[in-house]
């Protein structure tokens, strides 16, 4: 049986645009496993812990793995959720058109909202909006550019006048502190651990640990962001952890790959200079579309996203992807809760349109009297002469 690992596709020179949460997926036949974690427990126990990538760790290791993979979770993905969807500069001009590379019609233009409304509310306790984050980028690249200015004399500068953005950055300076405690906090404590060591907890093999943080700190590393607060105390602060962030990302996958390569197969040759065995997804089908779009009419409806079924990659942990049974019966729940929100959604507008017809047919609503326009219009065309009416061939003929 071959293992399939599901991704988004490749963004920004990565081969995700997204860390966890919604997907890599493992597929093994009929077993779908998320989550990091989820996966590598699976893949320990399917190769009979063959390939369990802490099998070499000690006790000691093993705690620390324990404790600085939950840290690098807890707090580089709230800040990734800031940078890439909440950001409203980064979100329109990097991260939205990156999903619409590699998105069909119309999971291009649902996906993304979606996923920045959940992105906004794992960050939210940090009490930050898109206006706060933007304008406190905006000052920590100001102030960057203000030390680099001090070698130029104060006559030779001009005075910027003050603006609207200017004066909302004065009461963003707290934002702005807040955001260079919260990179530090993340930062310090792997650039600490690395050291001189090759990996963070051996000098002969990468572990779990070093799989985790290569994929969220590349994500902050690598994109070309019009806001990059979370790339600058990245290179500039701690640079042998950006160091080794370049380097892990340029062995681990190798050169990057443009969506266009992934998505269409008659570009499958070119995989080859992958380090990634690369699969083309197949083209989806109509209904697979109309599905699609009918969820997104769902999430649209209030009361009903809150009804609507989860799908069952994105929700599967190893443990419940061991027993087919149980899988097997909660895909069947699932498509229940589907087609009896596609009934009530029929009910609704069946409902909806049979009492606006109610209205027309008892005279509350009437169609407008468009031969009545069209007469009103052309009596207010006589009105006036003169040289305007003349040249428009609208005046009146006697």
């Known amino acids: 049986m071959v293992l399939e690992l599901h991704v988004w596709g490749p963004a920004f020179g990565l081969p995700s645009i997204d860390t966890q949460y919604e997907l890599p997926a493992l597929r093994n036949g009929a077993t779908w496993v998320s989550r990091f974690q989820n996966i590598v427990d699976y893949l320990k126990k399917y190769s009979a812990g063959h390939w369990d990538l802490d099998g070499d760790l000690n006790a000691e290791q093993r705690a620390d793995n324990i404790a600085f993979s939950s840290l690098v979770e807890s707090s580089a993905q709230p800040l990734l959720d800031l940078s890439l969807f909440v950001s409203t500069e980064n979100y329109t001009s990097a991260t939205r058109p990156a999903f619409s590379r590699i998105l069909h019609f119309p999971q291009a233009w649902t996906v993304p909202p979606s996923l920045r409304n959940a992105a906004g509310k794992r960050s939210e306790h940090l009490g930050l909006s898109s206006l706060d984050v933007d304008l406190a980028a ?144 197949p083209l989806p089908h109509f209904s697979r579309l109309a599905a699609s779009a009918m969820d997104a009419l769902m999430e649209s409806i209030p009361g009903f996203a809150s009804l609507r079924a989860p799908s069952a990659p994105s929700t599967t942990s190893a443990s419940s992807s061991e027993d087919p049974e149980k899988s097997k019966r909660e895909l069947i729940v699932a498509e229940a809760r589907r087609r009896e929100l596609i009934s009530q959604a029929g009910a609704v507008s069946a409902g909806i349109g049979a009492f606006v ?29 003169g040289a305007a009416e003349a040249m428009l061939g609208i005046g009146q003929r006697s």
């Open 138 to 281: 905006e000052e920590q690249k100001q102030n960057e550019d203000k030390q680099n200015h001090q070698a130029i004399p104060k006559s030779l500068l001009r005075k910027q006048k003050e603006s609207l953005t200017g004066f909302l950055r004065h009461g963003a300076h707290r934002n702005t502190f807040k955001l260079e405690a919260l990179t530090a906090d993340l930062y310090e404590p792997f650039e600490s651990l690395l050291g001189n060591k090759q990996f963070f907890l051996s000098e002969t093999n990468p572990n779990s640990l070093d799989c985790l943080v290569i994929g969220y700190l590349s994500l902050a590393l690598i994109p070309e962001l019009p806001q990059e607060w979370m790339k600058r105390p990245l290179k500039s602060k701690f640079p042998v952890l950006a160091k080794y962030i370049n380097e892990s990302v340029q062995e681990c996958f190798g050169p990057p790959i443009s969506p266009s390569q992934v998505l269409n197969p008659e570009q499958a040759s070119t995989f080859s200079e992958s380090k990634l065995p690369w699969r083309s997804p």
């Open 357 to 385: 017809g109610y209205l027309f047919w008892e005279g509350i609503l009437k169609w407008p009297r468009w031969g009545a326009q069209r007469t009103s219009f052309g009596a207010a065309r006589t009105f006036g002469s």
